[in-house]
């Protein structure tokens, strides 16, 4: 079985300041790491994914990722924030092999940017 | 990508009474899926809709409750039955991109509120 725990439910930062938002899984197989972003009133969107190949992964407006696979972690980052990248983060792992598109969701994290 | 539009956005029902979601997207997929966001809560998968055949559910769902009709290759409806106030939640319809499968497409959810 799977399961992803997002370490903090929420971040508040103030504009243009880092943030890192963290993720860790479990899991007794290969999987694929994603983070999706939800804004307000919105379905939700990729953000980025890791498949294989190279641990450092970079998204859509300006986050990246890097798949740590002895710590079991997929923290995201940006390195300088805007207010619009005020939104609801989700990690999300896949099996690998698996047929269908069976997610496993962290409970979130809500980045909150401030002026 | 896939555009997904789904009906309601959001509505407020009584106890008792049930409501059917519907989930259109633009072009032709094999396999849909609908998921639950419970309130502060991360994404939960009920169960996938594949065209021409019953769908499968998730443990801890069931036909009874979630009933489940998939006419097509671009649409399909979820319905939420006998509804209790636990059932408060956003219902999410999702499809893969049919390029690798790797990722999923979502619509921009109902958020549906049981009084």
């Known amino acids: 079985a799977q399961s992803v725990t997002q370490l903090d439910s929420q971040v508040p930062v103030f504009e243009e300041a880092p943030v890192e938002l963290r993720c860790n899984y479990s899991s007794s197989v290969s999987v694929y790491l994603f983070w999706y972003v939800q804004y307000p009133n919105q379905g939700l969107q990729l953000l980025l994914k890791?498949?294989?190949?190279?641990?450092l992964v970079k998204g859509i407006n300006g986050f990246e990722a890097e798949f740590n696979k002895s710590q079991t972690s997929f923290h995201l980052r940006k390195p300088s924030v805007h207010i619009s990248d005020t939104a609801e983060y989700f990690c999300?792992?896949?099996?690998?092999?698996?047929?269908?598109?069976?997610?496993?969701f962290g409970q979130g994290t809500e980045l909150s940017v401030k002026p | 990508s896939a555009v997904i539009s789904q009906k309601p956005s959001r509505d407020i029902c009584q106890r008792g009474t049930s409501l059917t979601i519907q989930c259109q997207v633009d072009?032709?997929?094999?396999?849909m899926f609908w998921y639950r966001q419970q309130p502060g809560q991360s994404l939960t998968l009920i169960a996938t809709?594949?065209?021409?055949?019953?769908?499968?559910?998730e443990s801890g769902f069931v036909i009874d409750k979630f009933p489940i009709s998939r006419p097509n290759l671009t649409f399909s409806t979820l319905t939420v039955s006998n509804m209790s106030p636990e059932d408060s939640s956003i219902y999410l319809c999702?499809?893969?991109?049919?390029?690798?499968?790797?990722?999923?497409?979502f619509g921009s959810g109902t958020q549906l509120s049981v009084l």
């Open positions: 999702s499809v893969e991109d049919g390029t690798g499968g790797e990722k999923l497409f």
């Open positions: 890791y498949l294989s190949g190279s641990t």
């Open positions: 072009s032709q997929v094999t396999m």
């Open positions: 999300a792992v896949r099996p690998l092999g698996f047929q269908g598109g069976k997610l496993i």
């Open positions: 809709a594949n065209q021409g055949s019953e769908a499968t559910y």
